[in-house]
């Protein structure tokens, strides 16, 4: 049987991510308010909040070092709670686009925003309806759908230089095989810090087959 973990505390994840060491605050602060408002909606799930420095905070992170440098515009689709998306906002210099169809959910979404100054803005509905202004240079997900379903959600964001950065689990390889049946891709994994079966998916270069319309 493996051993559970110890919660993480901020000052574990700031040893991890150093970088974040600026912002810690903030995270203080968006950590606050979900535990206060987790107590009306549901957010996250009730357990992962005995681990939220890790589980949370940290899943999300892990995510800096995969952004391109010339970052500047993040899609975060499904954003839930602001995992991963929010946390990025918060420890990155790119404008994030949080998206979600919860309208509860998207108000916890503006209030973390505004008591964390993060650059980011809440767009409420589907993405399937979604415009944006100007460029998409990541497309990030996190436990929302299978493979397939995200790339065809972020298709009308896509441009040859966009990438795609999801948090996956052991189903990865089963997603892959299915969605390269309708898209061709550069795919790279790496392994997560917080999930011993888990990886980051990033994508490239992402392209429908020729003759496949969209369903």
Same mark, same amino acid.
């Given at each position: 049987?493996? %051993? ?18 600026? #912002?810690? #605050?903030?995270?203080? !602060?968006? +950590? ?12 996250? /799930? +009730?357990? !992962? ?12 992170? $892990? ?16 954003? /839930?709670?602001?995992?991963? *998306? ?5 420890? /990155? ?9 919860? &309208? ?14 993060? %650059? +980011? ?7 399937? !309806?979604? *415009? ?10 996190? +436990? ?10 972020? $298709?009308?964001?896509?441009?040859? !230089? &966009? ?5 996956? *689990? ?10 390269? %049946?309708?898209? #061709? ?25 020729? /003759?496949?319309?969209?369903?």
């Amino acid at each position: 049987m493996s %051993k559970i973990p110890r919660p993480m505390s901020p000052e574990e994840f700031l040893r991890t991510i150093p970088d974040a060491g600026p #912002n810690l #605050n903030r995270l203080r !602060t968006y +950590a606050d308010l979900l535990v206060k408002w987790q107590k009306r909606i549901n957010l996250v /799930g +009730a357990s !992962t909040l005995d681990d939220l420095w890790r589980r949370h905070m940290l899943d999300s992170a $892990q995510l800096l070092s995969y952004l391109p440098p010339t970052t500047q515009a993040i899609l975060d689709i499904g954003s /839930g709670a602001g995992f991963p *998306g929010l946390v990025l906002a918060i420890l /990155g210099p790119a404008m994030v686009h949080l998206v979600d169809s919860d &309208t509860r959910k998207c108000a916890f979404l503006r209030e973390a925003i505004r008591l964390t100054g993060a %650059k +980011a803005t809440v767009h409420h509905g589907r993405i399937e !309806t979604l *415009g944006l202004p100007g460029p998409i240079d990541v497309v990030t997900a996190r +436990a929302l759908a299978p493979l397939s379903i995200l790339l065809q959600y972020g $298709q009308p964001f896509l441009r040859p !230089t &966009t990438i795609c950065l999801f948090l996956k *689990g052991r189903s990865v390889q089963d997603e892959l095989t299915e969605s390269r %049946k309708t898209w #061709n891709m550069t795919a790279n994994q790496y392994p997560s810090l917080t999930d011993a079966s888990g990886v980051i998916l990033s994508l490239e270069r992402i392209s429908r087959h020729h /003759g496949i319309a969209d369903c």
